[in-house]
């Protein structure tokens, strides 16, 4: 049985959350992002029902504020930002046998160099007891979501942008895919969000909420900065014959009179509950109810993530499972 990187909703052993750690990064949010996170490791943990969660802070100094949280493990593993999904190791299964695959990381095409990240993946394994699998080439967790069944969603704009793997042509990432990851079939949607720093992560855009199905954004309005975005994927998703679930958007999210990235797309499957980032925009509970109707075994959250997003992300982003 070759190893293969599981659906999010298989159960899970731990997951792994980054902490805000570096105050001259987070400036005046970093108070209330920590807020915002111990409240997401609060509901992942749900009171024990949940898996256990391992809060992961870059120094002494911030894990002392995370132990605060309550209820967690902490380590302390340097790093540069929170965005675990995208810096730590995927796990693989096959059958009760585990092992991390830990790709290069060249902090979204050189956009944020930052100490640490880029070395994290195999150190977060190696700290876990899981034997690590080095890759050279780049790929961030967030750019692909699975099925389980070999089946992968990502961008074309993410995983074919020259400035992750230069030279590399659809078939070479699928290849590469394939062998690093288990994956032997792929949907190739076009843009992720706009203004998305990370060139278009697919878990902003489109998740899989079950075999065949993908959950895409409904647009909110004419003033939804992605609603030919939307319109797009789902085109796409049905031509390769999945189904498409509607999920309502959050439409036009600003913050200082920017467009900023925010998704509900962005939630978090744990083993007992399905975690929603919220904005304060119009479709919040409209979002937290679509999405509750489709995990009935987990109980539905919806929290609040301006503050994590000012660093350009939400939930999935700064979480990465290990399975069981």
Known sequence: MAHRQQPEWAPHEAVWIGWPSHAALWEDDLDPARAEVAAFAHAVRAGGKGERVILVAADEAAAESARAVGDVDVVVEPFGDIWLRDTGAIILSAGSDRRAAAFRFNWWGGKYHLPGDDTLAPRLAAAAGLSVSRSDWVLEGGAIDVDGSGLAVTTEQCLLNPNRNPGLLRADVERRLAADLGVDRVLWLGHGLAEDHTDGHVDNLARFVGDGRIAIP???????????????????????????????????????????????????????????????????????????????????IGLRADHIL??????????QQIPE
């Open 310 to 319: 000012t660093g350009g992300g939400s939930f999935h982003c700064i979480s």
């Open 218 to 300: 409904v647009p909110a309005g004419e003033d939804d900065p992605n609603a030919a975005i939307y319109c797009d994927a789902a085109e796409r998703t049905r031509a390769f014959g999945l189904e498409v679930v509607p999920i309502p958007s959050p439409g036009l999210v600003q913050r200082d009179d920017e467009v900023i990235p925010a998704s509900y797309m962005n939630f978090y499957i744990g083993n007992a509950t399905v975690v929603v980032p919220l904005y304060g925009a119009a479709n919040d509970q409209a979002a937290v109810d679509a999405i509750a109707l489709l995990f009935l075994g987990r109980e539905t």
